[in-house]
């Protein structure tokens, strides 16, 4: 059990490494319970998430939100159980970002004030395209050029509100992964 919960957000452009990030630092926090939250690995044929789908659809809520929903469920309860979350995301809209926390701050059961992290990952826009790209012609996902011109045009640090650590995307993820995990320590000893 850890000593007290931390919530890390994991955030940057589509094709900056944040889940390759998050998936590094999760291995290099040996002994301590971790949650990885990501919205491109939610099981959504699970019987959890069906089963959560379909309170949220009862309650006249949009499909395209639950499994944004689903993340935040999962945050609040790893928090109670004194987790240390990890969730990358891009989280660009500042507003939105703001009252998740608050909400995840209202409705997690904890002793103390919650610890945030966050790890702002920057990237050159060609390299992150270029990523997509070779993700999408391997089958995987990747946003169209409009949604990550959108994504651009939107992304501003969030270092002025809260404990901020800046990384380089093209920089060696292990060694990135050791910065974030050795910041981690820090905050929960």
């Not at 809260?162 to 060696?172: E, Q, V, W």
Request: proline letters at 3%.
């Amino acid at each position: 059990m850890n000593k007290k919960p931390l919530l890390v957000i994991v955030r940057g452009l589509p094709g900056s490494g944040k889940s390759y990030l998050s998936e590094a630092v999760s291995k290099k926090l040996h002994g301590l319970a971790v949650t990885l939250l990501d919205p491109d690995d939610i099981k959504t044929k699970s019987k959890e998430f069906l089963e959560f789908s379909q309170s949220l659809s009862e309650e006249g809520l949009a499909e395209a939100i639950h499994p944004f929903r689903w993340l935040r469920k999962n945050a609040c309860d790893a928090i109670t159980a004194n987790k240390i979350v990890i969730w990358n995301q891009p989280f660009t809209i500042r507003g939105i970002f703001d009252r998740l926390l608050v909400f995840i701050m209202d409705n997690s059961e904890h002793d103390e004030e919650l610890d945030i992290l966050v790890v702002e990952i920057s990237i050159d826009n060609t390299v992150a395209l270029e990523r997509i790209e070779k993700r999408k012609n391997e089958g995987e996902h990747g946003p169209s050029n409009d949604t990550f011109e959108k994504r651009v045009s939107e992304y501003d640090s969030f270092s002025d509100s809260y404990d901020t650590l800046k990384l380089n995307g093209s920089d060696d993820v292990d060694e990135n992964a050791s910065l974030v995990a050795d910041r981690i320590n820090t905050i929960i000893n």
